[in-house]
């Protein structure tokens, strides 16, 4: 890589998971193929097991571009369909990309030249979550603020430096098929325990304001649940497999649901006095809505305690009750997926 003007940026691999995404996927790849970047570009798109017209609006796609190609991902997981489009690709740099995420005109352009100024084997930036709806904006503006996610970066922002990770990610191809790819056990949280197992490796891992990608927030109070859920889970389980990767904000969810849950118990059987719990937390988050909804319509705005709410106890009871026997699974089946072939440099 060069940030020399005369020299041709190196060329991109664009890579995107898909499952039931007809309602973003064309905007998503447009928004690929529309980058200010000189180098060359691919992008190929693994395709879950869709219920809706996402197959459709992909061939769609690969017909009117010639840089787009698809792959089959017949689990419908995420980090085996990543897998499978890191193996079709070619290029030295590899950028994630979901099927419901909006790259920002010169996110391609920063991210590569950010590689070469960090010497980093991963950057990215702010997940920049964005609503089309009343609900929709009241789990972004929960998502952007630090009472929703703490102080993690890139829900929130900050200073450009190292990071433990960043959303999605640009990679340099090396450093992934070093790794062996994303491990495949990992239905959620993959991205974490890739990044860990880079750092772990000697290598950076580099967040930077400068790189924002629109995020589609999920659509009901059940699919948010369901999200928040799922990474409560998966992050125990990182927290089993890599000891040492736990830090006191990823206790702070399910802390708060064991006090609540006290708190209401006790409140119930003994003394009303164990309701200060459970309604401090209520007043805590209402309290902390206000700001997150400066400028939202009044219907979104009073839908952020909910959606704060949702995330916290999902996320928290996900953790709590992820069971051990993922974590044994996990490590019974730690072997790459992705290796360098001999003849890498020119696939």
């Keep these: 890589m060069n940030a020399n003007s005369d020299v041709q940026p190196p060329a991109v691999s664009v890579i995107m998971p898909v499952l039931n995404e007809e309602r973003h996927l064309r905007g998503a790849v447009q928004a690929i193929l529309a980058q200010e970047y000189a180098g060359e ?33 017949p689990s419908g997981r995420t980090p085996a369909a990543l897998n499978a489009a890191i193996k079709a690709s070619n290029h030295p740099v590899v950028v994630r990309v979901d099927g419901h995420g909006m ?26 979550a964005e609503g089309e709806n009343a609900w929709e904006h009241a789990v972004a503006a929960a998502m952007t603020s630090r009472i929703g996610v703490g102080n993690a970066a890139f829900h929130t922002g900050g200073q450009a430096g190292p990071a433990e990770t960043v959303y999605l990610g640009v990679f340099r191809r090396e450093a992934l098929e070093q790794q062996g790819g994303y ?49 409560g889970r998966w992050r125990h389980v990182v927290a089993r497999y890599h000891a040492g990767s736990i830090n006191l904000r990823y206790l702070a969810p399910p802390t708060a649901v064991c006090a609540i849950a006290a ?21 805590a988050i209402v309290a902390g809505s206000v700001p ?25 009871w ?14 019974a089946s730690r072997r790459p997926a992705v290796r360098a072939d001999a003849d890498a440099g020119s696939r």
Excluded: C
């Design 41 to 73: 570009m691919e992008v190929v798109i693994a395709l879950g097991p869709s219920t809706d017209r996402t197959d459709e609006i992909a061939a769609q796609l690969v017909r009117e571009d010639p840089r787009v190609h698809t792959v089959p991902n």
């Design 103 to 128: 790259l920002s005109p010169n996110y391609i352009a920063t991210a590569v030249r950010l590689l070469e100024e960090t010497g980093a084997q991963n950057v990215g930036g702010i997940m920049h």
């Design 183 to 231: 491990n495949e056990e990992f239905i959620r949280a993959q991205d974490w325990e890739l990044n860990f197992r880079i750092r772990e490796a000697g290598g950076l891992i580099w967040f930077s304001p400068e790189l924002k990608v629109s995020y589609r927030p999920r659509p009901s109070v059940r699919a948010l649940a369901k999200q928040y859920k799922d990474y």
């Design 263 to 283: 708190g209401i118990v006790v409140g119930a059987a003994l003394t009303p006095w164990g309701f200060v719990i459970p309604g401090g937390y209520l007043a």
């Design 292 to 316: 997150a909804g400066k400028g939202l319509p009044l219907k979104a705005r009073a839908q952020i305690p909910l959606a704060l709410a949702t995330m916290h106890m999902s996320w928290g």
């Design 318 to 331: 996900g953790f709590l009750t992820s069971p051990r026997s993922l974590a044994r699974k996990v490590i």
